[in-house]
């Protein structure tokens, strides 16, 4: 893990405070993590405190010639060995399994090389939607990893199937993943 470089793509869900964890285990094995969020996410955990625990500028934008010059979707993709999307929403996974591009997260995910890993979070019934188990299924013929959500309570007061992983769950696919590398 040290000096590996992974991108965490986080979305807009409660479980992102599960994310900024699982940055803090990356960065302590000695992993370079820098952080993709989209305006959702930043709803729900500042871009401050990636940033403090990843001691990297946080990436909210498709083009900032200040951070990436060449556009944060292309030298994210090149210089990092993994893309790892915690918390992966119903709008993500809609997204990235038909291909639209709309922000900095959603165009990394086209322009990226790598193994990808998603661990999706949300409420079970939408989990359990036609639709959104389509485009998971489109996702995974496409080659993405799945990371499966747990059994359990959920923000919104019903017990299910849809919270995110563990961190330390996704910090083993992590680990795995690099190691085939």
Known sequence: MKDREVVLGV???????????????LVQAG?????????SAQKF???????AL???????EVIDPSSSPLGGH????????VLCIVPATANFLAKAATGLADDLLSTLYLAF????????????AMRQLAEVQR?????????ATFIDPEEGWQSCRRTGAG??????AILKVIESTLACK
């Open 163 to 168: 919270r995110m992983a563990q961190p330390e």
């Open 54 to 60: 990843t001691s990297r500028p946080v990436h909210t």
């Open 135 to 143: 485009n998971g299924k489109q996702l995974r013929e496409d080659g």
């Open 11 to 25: 979305c807009g869900g409660i479980a992102a405070y599960k994310a900024a964890m699982l940055s803090s285990r």
């Open 74 to 81: 292309i030298e994210l993709a090149e210089r990092s060995e």
């Open 113 to 124: 090389e790598g193994p990808v890993l998603i661990a999706p979070a949300m409420n079970s």
């Open 31 to 39: 992993t370079v993590v820098s952080v993709v969020m989209t305006a």
């Open 45 to 51: 955990v500042g871009a401050a405190t990636f940033a």
